[in-house]
């Protein structure tokens, strides 16, 4: 995971980059849905799954994506829709959690 984000260049530049981007995000997906306990989350309502992520996930997440706004400033950020349209719309690796 390090080395595809520390390599310099676009995709088209380097070939080790085209060949990590191939397989890194399908395999850090897979792997999470294999480690994923669906047996103990079944058990779970959904206001107490979400509770159970809000301080791990949910939390540091959108620090992640107000904060990422706040130094990006797309046009219009710190207005009710920038706001809105930066949680649907996550900014470059912040789209992984709600995919997720």
Request: glycine letters at 12%; a positive charge; proline letters at 5%.
């Amino acid at each position: 995971m390090i080395a595809g984000h520390v390599l310099q260049g676009t995709l088209e530049d380097s070939l080790a980059r085209t060949l990590i981007y191939s397989f890194h995000m399908p395999l850090f997906i897979g792997i999470s849905g294999f480690l994923f306990n669906a047996r103990s989350a079944v058990g779970y309502t959904l206001p107490v799954l979400l509770g159970k992520y809000f301080f791990r996930v949910i939390v540091p997440w959108s620090l992640a994506v107000v904060i990422y706004g706040g130094l990006v400033g797309r046009g219009g950020f710190w207005s009710a829709a920038g706001i809105v349209k930066s949680f649907l719309f996550p900014y470059y690796h912040l789209w992984f959690i709600p995919a997720f």
